[in-house]
């Protein structure tokens, strides 16, 4: 009868993971730093943040270089200050983008009230009282004018990409030269092309659907170009084996090819959204306006939630300024949320076993 052996579990060993006494030294390099700082601010003639950034970002890459030149010599030295760069500039990279979501976050909710989504500023000024009023009739404009936008420009610049990706035509050049030239379009330029060619051009007045069309010439190119390089991106032997079964081109194209991008061409089109929320500029010229709900898109004077930020910008009155950070604030929510939206709805579902 053999012996029985008790089974002892070997534990692999991980290297790479810093031990305890590595993680209290690098907490007391940082409190160190932290304390030098301060002191060379208590005793200078530096002070604010920026200066307090500035010297511990200094102090920090030259105490972990002397401290890694100390222990491990020149190699160690040099890969400490080649990570201390690397978080360095991932710091300076997240900064600024940390500071303005907690700027607006903070500033963007002090004009926001119970009916500040009901109510609209038809009876109200930006320098009333900030019980008062609201942003109905902005965030009703900007979501008619983005729908209407994206049901013009999705399926024209998927189409494009799909005709420089798929068919490859002799006009593939010119029409991909002409897409980045759009690419780099002013977006008042846009708003001034449709003025002057739709509105005064034809005695047309001001409308949601001259806005969208504005919003349009600017999406096009971003949906295009995005859709293009996500559909370079399926694999040839998928259209391959379409062909191989005997299904036409276009049909390989909608059932196989589309399918497999359909994540790409969602964000995409999330894509041209964001290029298109914020714009103010041709707007001024297309819409003309509103501080009261049209729901109207072929007719009237509209608002919307840039238009509402520029004209409290313009007011300049504190609560006016409130009403501007509280619009940007409802911008900045109504992006993240349909871009979440769309990276749910474009995940890969997962298949129960």
């Given at each position: 009868?053999?012996?029985?052996?008790?089974?002892?579990?070997?534990?692999?060993?991980?290297?790479?993971?810093?031990?305890?006494?590595?993680?209290?030294?690098?907490?007391?390099?940082?409190?160190?730093?932290?304390?030098?700082?301060?002191?060379?601010?208590?005793?200078?003639?530096?002070?604010?943040?920026?200066?307090?950034?500035?010297?511990?970002?200094?102090?920090?890459?030259?105490?972990?270089?002397?401290?890694?030149?100390?222990?491990?010599?020149?190699?160690?030295?040099?890969?400490?200050?080649?990570?201390?760069?690397?978080?360095?500039?991932?710091?300076?990279?997240?900064?600024?983008?940390?500071?303005?979501?907690?700027?607006?976050?903070?500033?963007?909710?002090?004009?926001?009230y119970i009916g500040f989504f009901t109510?609209?500023?038809?009876?109200?000024?930006?320098?009333?009282?900030?019980?008062?009023?609201?942003?109905?009739?902005?965030?009703?404009?900007?979501?008619?004018?983005?729908?209407?936008?994206?049901?013009?420009?999705?399926?024209?610049?998927?189409?494009?990409?799909?005709?420089?990706?798929?068919?490859?035509?002799?006009?593939?050049?010119?029409?991909?030269?002409?897409?980045?030239?759009?690419?780099?379009?002013?977006?008042?330029?846009?708003?001034?092309?449709?003025?002057?060619?739709?509105?005064?051009?034809?005695?047309?007045?001001?409308?949601?659907?001259?806005?969208?069309?504005?919003?349009?010439?600017?999406?096009?190119?971003?949906?295009?170009?995005?859709?293009?390089?996500?559909?370079?991106?399926?694999?040839?032997?998928?259209?391959?084996?379409?062909?191989?079964?005997?299904?036409?081109?276009?049909?390989?194209?909608?059932?196989?090819?589309?399918?497999?991008?359909?994540?790409?061409?969602?964000?995409?089109?999330?894509?041209?959204?964001?290029?298109?929320?914020?714009?103010?500029?041709?707007?001024?010229?297309?819409?003309?306006?509103?501080?009261?709900?049209?729901?109207?898109?072929?007719?009237?004077?509209?608002?919307?939630?840039?238009?509402?930020?520029?004209?409290?910008?313009?007011?300049?009155?504190?609560?006016?300024?409130?009403?501007?950070?509280?619009?940007?604030?409802?911008?900045?929510?109504?992006?993240?949320?349909?871009?979440?939206?769309?990276?749910?709805?474009?995940?890969?579902?997962?298949?129960?076993?």
């Amino acid at each position: 009868m053999a012996p029985v052996v008790d089974e002892i579990e070997v534990k692999p060993k991980q290297p790479w993971k810093p031990t305890q006494k590595e993680i209290n030294t690098n907490i007391g390099i940082f409190v160190l730093n932290i304390l030098l700082t301060l002191s060379l601010i208590q005793f200078t003639g530096f002070s604010g943040k920026l200066a307090f950034v500035v010297l511990f970002i200094l102090f920090s890459l030259s105490t972990n270089f002397l401290f890694s030149l100390s222990r491990g010599g020149s190699v160690v030295a040099k890969n400490s200050l080649a990570t201390g760069f690397a978080f360095t500039g991932i710091a300076l990279l997240l900064m600024p983008v940390i500071s303005i979501i907690a700027t607006v976050f903070k500033r963007g909710t002090e004009a926001m009230y119970i009916g500040f989504f009901t109510t609209d500023m038809s009876e109200d000024s930006f320098a009333s009282a900030l019980d008062v009023g609201g942003i109905k009739h902005a965030v009703v404009g900007s979501v008619i004018m983005v729908t209407i936008a994206l049901l013009l420009s999705v399926p024209i610049g998927i189409l494009t990409a799909l005709y420089l990706t798929e068919l490859k035509g002799r006009g593939s050049t010119l029409i991909r030269f002409l897409v980045q030239a759009m690419s780099g379009i002013p977006s008042i330029v846009a708003g001034l092309f449709i003025y002057s060619a739709l509105i005064t051009g034809s005695g047309r007045g001001f409308s949601a659907f001259m806005g969208s069309l504005a919003l349009t010439i600017l999406m096009i190119p971003t949906v295009a170009r995005t859709s293009e390089e996500v559909l370079k991106l399926i694999p040839s032997d998928l259209r391959e084996a379409g062909l191989a079964l005997g299904a036409t081109q276009w049909r390989t194209v909608a059932m196989v090819v589309i399918p497999a991008a359909k994540s790409g061409l969602i964000t995409a089109a999330i894509l041209g959204v964001a290029r298109i929320a914020g714009e103010t500029a041709p707007l001024l010229f297309t819409t003309g306006g509103a501080d009261a709900l049209n729901t109207n898109p072929i007719d009237g004077n509209i608002g919307s939630v840039p238009f509402y930020v520029w004209k409290a910008l313009i007011d300049g009155s504190p609560n006016a300024i409130a009403r501007a950070w509280a619009g940007i604030f409802l911008l900045m929510i109504i992006v993240l949320s349909l871009f979440i939206l769309a990276r749910k709805i474009g995940s890969p579902k997962k298949v129960r076993s």
